[in-house]
């Protein structure tokens, strides 16, 4: 069975010129760049891309794409490349010439803005699912859907579920037994310490709904971003309308990854198979799956090994229940993400 990964559906790889036959060598040989520095790209805003030099937060330049990369996309998260101007003085621009393969991908899905998914966070190792557990109510199949998210671009998902001083975790709990998701839960009155220590020394996207709690707990973690959030109103110093993923770095190390205006992902190209092989076990039984098989079981797939790979209590009903709501989120049959 062929199992594509998200290494193949990666856009900057269908965006490769084609090699077309015949077609003149350039005259001008490409240089190679060997003086070029690594970076971090920590923002984008309008055609500059913000850069970290060696990924440290005090050693930031603003850079352009060198013409030889065309449109490939650059991304908040990309390891890249740079040459030219890297002092970072005022006015100063250097030059990204080459972007590294990326390690994981997150997609937002397409609106009606803009009509193509698109990677908005290379390289975070993970995807924290910020959840309201009150005020807003929490949504089960967004979550979902940000599962789906995570495992299919190659990130590890956490659940984080706030404003704990308004509603017990307990019952959203219970529906993730299944999933090996670390949970955390914090309150904005409170230092978000076991959080904090996930995050230490990784690249973490955070994606959450308007008002679950988001810029809150930025804050607690850096405070030196001042996200704006709900109560601030005074004119001139209102919420942040910035629509871009934007990197902020944490005392100690590691970045956190702010989504404002990401509220979706892109799940039309992931398929079931993508999802199943975030599952160790079940993804082997699913090798015996037949053909084309979407793993729901009957009626859809009555032929769906993993049946009775549970009935031969070889892996969790529990487990296999919660692989399931994840492909019917997928299959866009829930639509609240
Ligand atoms: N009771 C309670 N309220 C909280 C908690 N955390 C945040 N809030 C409040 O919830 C509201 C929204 O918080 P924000 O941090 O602005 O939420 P956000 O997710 O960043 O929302 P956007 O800025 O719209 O993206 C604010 O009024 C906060 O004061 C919490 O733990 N408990
Ligand atoms: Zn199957």
């Known amino acids: 069975m062929s199992r594509r990964s998200w290494r193949e559906l990666d856009e900057s790889?269908?965006?490769?010129r084609p090699n077309r036959r015949g077609s003149r060598p350039r005259s001008k040989r490409?240089?190679?760049?060997?003086?070029?520095?690594?970076?971090l790209v920590v923002g984008v805003d309008r055609g500059r891309w913000t850069c970290a030099l060696?990924?440290?937060?005090?050693?930031?330049?603003?850079?352009?794409?060198?013409?030889?990369?065309?449109?490939?996309?650059?991304?908040?998260?990309?390891r890249v490349s740079l040459v030219g101007d890297t002092s970072g003085a005022a006015d100063t621009l250097a030059r990204?010439?080459?972007?590294?393969?990326?390690?994981?991908?997150?997609?937002?899905?397409?609106?009606?803005?803009?009509?193509?998914?698109?990677?908005?966070?290379?390289?975070?190792?993970?995807?924290?699912?910020?959840?309201?557990?009150?005020?807003p109510p929490p949504r089960?199949?967004?979550?979902?859907?940000?599962?789906?998210?995570?495992?299919?671009g190659g990130l590890e998902p956490v659940l984080c579920l706030t404003k704990s001083d308004l509603a017990s975790p307990d019952s959203i709990l219970s529906g993730y037994e299944g999933l090996d998701l670390p949970v955390v839960v914090t309150r904005h009155d409170t230092e978000p310490a076991e959080l904090r220590s996930r995050l230490a020394g990784r690249v973490s996207a955070l994606v959450g709904h308007s008002?679950?709690?988001?810029?809150?707990?930025?804050?607690?973690?850096?405070?030196?971003?001042?996200?704006?959030?709900?109560?601030?109103?005074?004119?001139?110093?209102?919420r942040h309308t910035s629509t871009s993923a934007v990197a902020l770095p944490l005392e100690g190390g590691g970045w956190v990854v702010d989504t404002p205006g990401i509220r979706s992902f892109g799940?039309?190209?992931?398929?079931?198979d993508d999802v199943v092989s975030a599952f160790p076990g079940l993804a082997e039984a699913a090798e015996e799956c037949p053909p084309h098989c979407g793993h729901l079981g009957?009626?859809?797939?009555?032929?769906?090994?993993l049946d009775r790979h549970v009935e031969e209590g070889d892996g969790s009903q529990g487990r296999l229940d919660s692989l399931r709501r994840l492909l019917l989120s997928r299959a866009g049959q829930d639509t609240e993400g």
């Open 267 to 272: 799940l039309a190209h992931i398929s079931a």
């Open 211 to 238: 008002g679950v709690g988001k810029s809150t707990l930025v804050n607690h973690l850096v405070p030196s971003a001042r996200r704006a959030t709900g109560e601030v109103s005074s004119v001139g110093k209102g």
């Open 140 to 152: 089960l199949g967004f979550i979902d859907r940000c599962l789906v998210a995570a495992y299919a």
């Open 96 to 135: 990204i010439v080459r972007v590294s393969d990326r390690e994981s991908v997150l997609r937002r899905t397409a609106d009606d803005t803009d009509p193509y998914e698109r990677v908005v966070v290379a390289n975070a190792h993970q995807l924290v699912i910020v959840t309201a557990l009150a005020d």
């Open 13 to 16: 790889d269908v965006r490769v």
């Open 298 to 305: 009957a009626p859809e797939d009555p032929g769906c090994h």
């Open 54 to 78: 060696d990924a440290d937060p005090d050693q930031l330049v603003t850079a352009m794409r060198a013409r030889e990369l065309g449109r490939t996309p650059v991304v908040v998260g990309d």
């Open 30 to 39: 490409r240089p190679d760049h060997a003086d070029a520095v690594a970076a």
